[in-house]
C-alpha cells in the first residue's frame, strides 16, 4: 500500500510467529497512530513479549508485516530500527550493569552517531527528566535499586528521541511506589508527543495509563477498543485482565488486584520509634560512643573476648574512631559453637533474663543469651519495623512464625505489643485456623516465611477466600525470595504490600532492619549495630555497592556483645540516601549465604541467581529444585526441576524447557538438564522450602 494512506505510524499486519515447532503469535494485527499511547495487555505467556521482539527484529517471523509509515520493516535490523527512530526499552532493563550510568544512557545515541554536542545536551534533557540518574551518573548501574535501572533503561531509549517507543514490562518486578513513578514519566512522554507501544502484565496500569488497547490471549488478539471502557467492561475484567484463563475463576482476581488495591489512610502516630539524629554526622557519634563501650564492655566481661583482643594486640581505650573498626577481630559462628552453651556472655548469670538458640544444622546449636535492656532494645526496634512498614496501632497483626526458643515468633510478638497493635500468634503451620483467622478476625497483617507466605496465598485463592480477607501487608522474614514468588503472593493476596524482613539470633533475631516502603531497599537500625560487608574470602572491607559477606558489630547489647560477627549472609550496602527520606542507611535484599554457594563444574552459583533466571521466564511458576549428581566417570550434571504456571498448557513444556536451558547457559555459562513438572507438583512446606539437592560425592576431600 502506498504510504501516505496509512493512518498508523506502526501498522502490524496478519503477525505469526514460532519458536520451534510451537506457535507463539497467530496472525495477530495492530495499529498505532502517530502521538497515540496504545497498550498490549495479557497474562504471563500470551504473547506480548514475542511481539514486541517480532517487530525489533530479535525474533525470526514466519508470516505477516510489519510497517512503519506504510513503509515495510519486516526484518529490518536495530540499527535500521533505530535509524528510522524506533527505541525499545527492554523487559528486566538488560543494562550493562558494569558500566556507569552515564555510559549506558550514551549508548542509547550510539547508534545514531549523533555529535557530542547534540549528545551532551541529549543526556542533559534526560537528567532533568531523572533528577535521580544525575545524583548518580558516576556509579555502575548494577549498584542501582530497581527501579533506579528502570529509569536508565528508559532515559537510554529516550537518548534516541524516539518517534516510536516500545516498552515491555516497564513496571515487571518493580513495587508500586516506583512503578508509580514510572508511569507518571510514560505519561509525561505521551503528553510530550512520542508515541508508545506498551506491553505490560499489570493490565490496570496499563489501561489507565493508555488511549487504546489490544488483549492477547494465547498468542491471539482476543479484544481491543478504547483503554477507558475496557477498564470498566465486567465482562473484558473477568476475562482478559486476569491470568486470561477462562478454566480458572479465581484468576479474575489477579489482575483486578491491581485495580482495587487501595491503601487506607494512616492514622496519627502519637509516638515514633524511629532514632533521632538529624544528621549523619550525629548517628557516627552515637556509633562511636557505643563502639567504645561495646570494646570495653567485652573486654572486661567476657574472657573469650579478652583474649581474642588480646591476641590482636587490642585494648578497648585504643579505639578513638570508627575507622579502628577493621583494627577488631573477627567473630565466627564456630566461635559460638565452641562456647556452647552459654557463648559470648559478658555479664553474670544474674542479669540474663532469657535464651533463644538457633537451629544448628551442624553439631551444637547456637544458645544466645539477653539481659532485660536487650529484649527492651529488640521489642523497641522491632517496633520500629513495624512503624517503618507503616503497621499503627489499628492494625491486627497475625503472627505465623515459629514460637519457642527461636527468635521469630517472641520477636515479631514483643514488637507487635510494643507498637500497640493487635497480635494474633498463631505460631506456624495450622492452615486451617490461620485460614480462620484471616477472615473471622479481620487480621491485616501477616508475618511468615516466605515459603509459608507463598503456601498461605495459594491456599486463600484455593479456598475462594480471597475476597472475604481483609490483609493489606505481609511481613516475611527469614529465607530468600525470588521476583515471581513475591509477585505471585502479592496476587493471589489480593494486592498486599510486601515486606522482607532481615534477622539473625546472633543479632537478636528478626526484626534489624525492613523493606523500605518505597521497597527499593532493606534499612537497617544503624544506631543498634554497625555493617560491614566484607570479601568473604579475604576477609577485606569492600566498597559501597559491592555484594560481599554481612559482617556486624553490636553497639549496646550486653549479654552477648557482637564484635565483628561473620553472618555468612551475602548483601550490599546501597549507597546514597533512599527517596522515602529516612536516614538510615540501607542495603539490598539477602542474596544467599555463603554456604548456600555451591560450585558446579568450576563456576560458583547462589541459588538467588536461578531464582532472578526462572522469574523472568513467562509460563513457569515459582517452585524449582536443583538436583546435583555425578556420573560414574566423574563428571557433575545437574538436573533443574521447574513448575510450569498455573494455568499453562502441558504442550508448552518442551519450548519452556529450551527457554530455561537457553537463559541458563547464558547467565551462569552452565548448560542444566531441564524438567518442566506440572503446576503443584513439587512440594510447598511452611518452613524454609529445601531447592538444593546436592547428591554428588562431598566426602572427598577427608
Ligand atoms: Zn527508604
Same mark, same amino acid.
Request: hydrophobic share 40%.
Given at each position: 500500500m502506498p504510504a501516505e494512506t496509512s493512518p498508523f505510524l506502526l501498522e502490524i499486519q496478519d503477525l505469526t510467529v514460532h519458536y520451534g515447532a510451537a506457535q507463539a503469535l497467530f496472525g495477530v494485527s495492530l495499529g498505532v497512530r502517530p502521538g497515540e499511547t496504545v497498550a498490549l495487555v495479557g497474562a504471563n505467556g500470551a504473547g506480548k513479549s514475542t511481539l514486541l521482539k517480532a517487530v525489533m527484529g530479535l525474533v525470526p517471523i514466519s508470516g505477516g508485516r510489519i510497517l512503519l509509515e506504510g513503509r515495510e520493516i519486516t526484518g529490518a535490523s536495530p540499527a535500521e530500527l533505530a535509524a528510522a527512530g524506533v527505541a525499545l526499552v527492554p523487559e528486566g532493563r538488560e543494562?550493562?550493569? @558494569? +558500566?556507569t550510568v552515564r555510559e549506558n544512557l550514551e549508548l542509547g545515541a550510539l547508534p545514531l552517531g549523533v555529535g557530542r554536542r547534540e549528545r551532551r545536551a541529549r543526556l542533559e534533557a534526560v537528567l532533568t527528566r531523572f533528577p535521580r540518574l544525575a545524583e548518580r551518573l558516576g556509579q555502575p548501574t548494577a549498584t542501582l535499586s530497581g527501579g533506579e535501572q528502570q529509569m536508565v533503561a528508559l532515559g537510554r531509549a529516550l537518548m534516541a528521541q524516539p518517534r516510536l517507543l516500545l516498552m515491555d514490562e516497564p513496571s515487571l518486578g518493580l513495587a508500586p511506589l516506583v512503578a508509580d513513578e514510572i508511569f507518571d514519566i510514560i505519561h509525561q512522554l505521551a503528553r510530550g508527543g512520542v508515541t508508545i507501544l506498551l506491553v505490560e502484565q499489570n493490565a490496570a496500569r496499563a489501561l489507565t495509563a493508555s488511549r487504546r488497547a489490544y488483549l492477547l490471549a494465547n498468542g491471539r488478539l482476543v479484544g481491543q477498543g478504547e483503554s477507558e471502557r475496557l477498564l470498566v467492561d465486567p465482562e473484558l475484567r473477568r476475562a482478559f +485482565?486476569?491470568? #486470561?484463563? #477462562? @478454566?480458572?475463576?479465581? #484468576?479474575?482476581r489477579l489482575g483486578a488486584a491491581g485495580l482495587t488495591n487501595i491503601r487506607l489512610v494512616k492514622p496519627v502516630m502519637t509516638t515514633t520509634f524511629m532514632p533521632p539524629f538529624r544528621t549523619l554526622e550525629e548517628l557516627q557519634a552515637h556509633q562511636l560512643a557505643g563502639l567504645r563501650w561495646t570494646v570495653r564492655h567485652a573486654y572486661e566481661g567476657s574472657p573469650f573476648y579478652r583474649e581474642r583482643l588480646e591476641a590482636a594486640g587490642i585494648r578497648p581505650e585504643d579505639i578513638r574512631s570508627l575507622e579502628d573498626l577493621t583494627r577488631l577481630p573477627f567473630t565466627t559462628g564456630e566461635d559460638l559453637r565452641d562456647q556452647y552453651p552459654f557463648p559470648l556472655r559478658s555479664v553474670p548469670f544474674e542479669q540474663i533474663v532469657r535464651i533463644h538458640a538457633s537451629s544448628g544444622t551442624t553439631g551444637k546449636r547456637k544458645i544466645l543469651c539477653y539481659t532485660q535492656k536487650d529484649v527492651d532494645d529488640w521489642a523497641h526496634f522491632f517496633a520500629r519495623a513495624y512503624e517503618m512498614a507503616g503497621v499503627t496501632p489499628l492494625d491486627r497483626v497475625q503472627i505465623a512464625v515459629g514460637y519457642g526458643v527461636w527468635t521469630a515468633g517472641a520477636g515479631f510478638q514483643a514488637g507487635c505489643e510494643r507498637l500497640g497493635a493487635m497480635a494474633?500468634?498463631?505460631?506456624?503451620?495450622n492452615i486451617d485456623l490461620q485460614c480462620e483467622f484471616l477472615v473471622d478476625l479481620q487480621s491485616t497483617v501477616l508475618c511468615c516465611t516466605a515459603s509459608m507466605g507463598l503456601l498461605m496465598a495459594e491456599e486463600v485463592a484455593r479456598r475462594g477466600l480471597t475476597d472475604k480477607i481483609f490483609l493489606k501487608k505481609v511481613i516475611y522474614g527469614s529465607e530468600r525470595s525470588s521476583v515471581s514468588m513475591r509477585r505471585r503472593m502479592s496476587e493471589l493476596l489480593g494486592g498486599v504490600e510486601l515486606f522482607d524482613i532481615p534477622g539473625l539470633t546472633e543479632l537478636y533475631g528478626p526484626g534489624t532492619g525492613i523493606e523500605c516502603p518505597h521497597h527499593d531497599c532493606i534499612h537497617y537500625w544503624a544506631d543498634y549495630y554497625i555493617l560491614e560487608i566484607v570479601d568473604?574470602?579475604?576477609l577485606k572491607p569492600l566498597p559501597e555497592g559491592e555484594w560481599g559477606e554481612m559482617v556486624v558489630t553490636t553497639l549496646c547489647k550486653e549479654a552477648a556483645p557482637l564484635i565483628r560477627y561473620r553472618t555468612r549472609d551475602i548483601s550490599r550496602i546501597i549507597p546514597g540516601p533512599c527517596t522515602?527520606?529516612?536516614?538510615l542507611p540501607r542495603h539490598s535484599r539477602i542474596l544467599g549465604r555463603t554456604d548456600d554457594m555451591f560450585k558446579f563444574r568450576g563456576v560458583n552459583i547462589y541459588p538467588s541467581s536461578i531464582d532472578r533466571i526462572l522469574s523472568d521466564?513467562? &509460563? +513457569? &511458576?515459582s517452585e524449582y529444585q536443583v538436583h546435583l549428581s555425578r556420573d560414574e566417570g566423574g563428571r557433575d550434571h545437574m538436573l533443574l526441576k521447574v513448575e510450569r504456571g498455573e494455568g499453562v498448557e502441558p504442550g508448552r513444556v518442551d519450548e519452556l524447557a529450551r527457554e530455561v536451558r537457553y537463559r541458563v547457559k547464558r547467565k551462569l555459562l552452565v548448560t542444566p538438564e531441564v524438567e518442566v513438572v506440572p503446576y503443584g507438583s513439587l512440594p510447598r512446606s511452611e518452613r524454609k522450602s529445601k531447592r538444593i539437592f546436592d547428591e554428588r560425592i562431598t566426602d572427598s576431600v577427608v
Open positions: 543494562m550493562f550493569g @558494569d +558500566l +485482565l486476569g491470568a #486470561a484463563s #477462562a @478454566d480458572n475463576p479465581a #484468576a479474575s494474633l500468634p498463631v505460631g506456624p503451620g568473604p574470602e579475604t522515602c527520606g529516612t536516614l521466564i513467562p &509460563g +513457569l &511458576g
